[in-house]
């Protein structure tokens, strides 16, 4: 279930400027509708991964609540990436915006892509780059506020003024337009659409993080589904299914690189492995406080996951009170945490963050949170 000023400073300056120059090779060198978008690691360096979880931006927007809550979020990421970054060999490499960004179903204006630039400002203003995947908000149906009705009967027409030339709209922002605006918009985004044919959804793509010493050399493959929601079913379909096993065993036919995975609502393996009451080994975490809310039905993606030595890890979100990391078979099952301060649950705020290392190869995880805090640390791989 389940969102500022800071960034309208920092994303006119010199230094993003130069950031983005830096990064454009990187979302330019080749064809965005094909497997090969690659991040470099850099030489003698971890890399680093944050995940940005149900930030729900845009929640109850015609409010004074709404927006504070947009701040709250912001200052969220902004404390994790800076926590993260406390000298030049330990910066973050990558950001992952693991679905729910924006609130679709309380947002009254024609393009929710104005609150989706706003979720992803703190990352883009620090020159990091991003991927992003879709939750089952992001494209929601608008649903009218009871409260618009009650006074004489007639529909009070409330918009958030985000500027002077936005009209109100209840036609909602499509994914298909929400992932053409970040992609034409950001030249550190590495967001696809994916394949056209491929449904549910729109965020199906692969990323492969390359050794800076070795520069054919993958070290890490990064996949990323749209595990529907919104206008489409919560689930992952055969169709993604069959997507991942060819193009996983085209690009990797040995499994030899490792592979990570990342959607939006956990699959019902999630359920299998949830622990019932307090989090104990092999599980680590430190939230157990809601059942899993599992997609609508499993097509087949976990099966074939489990028979991929290569796959290490799936990464969700959906579930504000879980944080967890259980084994399934030969690979881990995770949830994110809560990020952003939309959506249920007032539990305390904060990212997972994944490191990945050369040599000797090495997945580990932790939790950082928003006081700088750190715990829930696990060894992936």
Known sequence: ?????????????????????????????????????????????????????????????????????????????????????????????FVVYLGDVVTANNI???????????????????????????????????EWPMEWFAASGIPQLVCPVLNSGEECSFRGTSRLELMKNEMDNNV??????GPQDLWPGISNYVLQVLSKEKPHTPLVYLYFLDSGGGTYPEVISTAQADWFKHISEEINPDSRVPELIFWHIPSKAYKK????????????????????????????????????????AVFVGHNHGLDWCCPYGQLWLCFARHTGYGGYGNWARGSRILEINERPFSISSWIRMEDGSVHSEVILS
């Open 1 to 93: 279930m389940p969102t500022s000023s800071y960034f309208t400073i920092l994303s006119n300056s010199c230094l993003v400027l130069l950031f983005q120059a830096f990064f454009i090779s990187i979302a330019a060198s080749s064809d965005r509708h094909t497997p090969e978008n690659h991040i470099r690691t850099r030489v003698g360096a971890p890399f680093k991964v944050a995940l940005f979880a149900d930030l729900h931006f845009g929640e109850n927007a015609w409010t004074d609540w709404g927006p504070k809550q947009d701040v709250n979020s912001i200052n969220v990421m902004s404390s994790v990436l800076d926590t993260e970054t406390p000298e030049a060999t330990y910066l973050t490499d």
């Open 108 to 142: 009254p204006i024609a393009n929710a892509s104005l609150y989706w630039d706003q979720a992803i400002s703190p990352t883009r203003s620090r020159g990091i780059p991003w991927a992003s995947v879709f939750g089952n908000h992001d494209d929601a149906p608008f």
């Open 188 to 193: 550190l985004s590495l967001s696809k659409s």
């Open 273 to 312: 492995v949830a622990p019932k009451f307090r989090i104990h080994k092999p599980c680590v975490g430190s939230i157990n406080k809601e059942k899993v809310a599992a997609q609508e039905a499993e097509m087949g993606i976990m099966k074939i996951l489990v028979k991929r030595p290569s796959v290490k």
